[in-house]
């Protein structure tokens, strides 16, 4: 697990080097890159993603706990039941949204706003032997 966590806060620079060359070269030198908008995207998912899941694991997010650590152990679990329902209505929210932003991106041919421009439903492989 070190890895990962020594990963994450080795790319913090690189990503602030990434954007400060972007806005160095679009600015001063009056000629923007076509790659630095994608890398710093993709590096900066990479740092959120890990990092919030390494810092889930380490237990080092900040909790609001005033309430929490005065009620007995039977509240503490109604408490955690009402949070992983509260959690898991607002992912099938989101599912449900993004299934239709899916399919209004194959329907329309959405692009991504990229200088590649790939279309989204170039993601789907479809090889003709299904």
């Known amino acids: 697990m070190a890895f990962i966590g020594n990963s994450v806060s080795y790319l913090m620079p690189v990503l602030a080097f990434v954007v400060a060359f972007e806005v160095f070269s679009r600015y001063i030198l009056d000629k923007p890159t076509i790659w630095a908008y994608d890398t710093s995207l ?3 998912g990479y740092i959120a993603a890990l990092g919030g ?3 889930q694991q380490q237990r080092a997010h ?3 706990d005033i309430l929490y650590n005065k009620v007995s152990a039977r509240t503490k679990s109604i408490f955690n039941l009402f949070s992983f329902a509260l959690a898991m209505f607002f992912m099938v929210i989101v599912c449900k949204m993004s299934i239709g932003k899916f399919e209004e991106a194959l329907e329309f041919n959405y692009r991504r706003q990229s200088e590649w421009g790939s279309s989204y439903a170039s993601l789907l492989v479809n090889d003709g032997n299904r």
Do not use: C, T
Request: no cysteine.
């Open 42 to 44: 993709f590096i900066f």
């Open 62 to 64: 900040i909790n609001v």
């Open 53 to 55: 899941a390494y810092a």
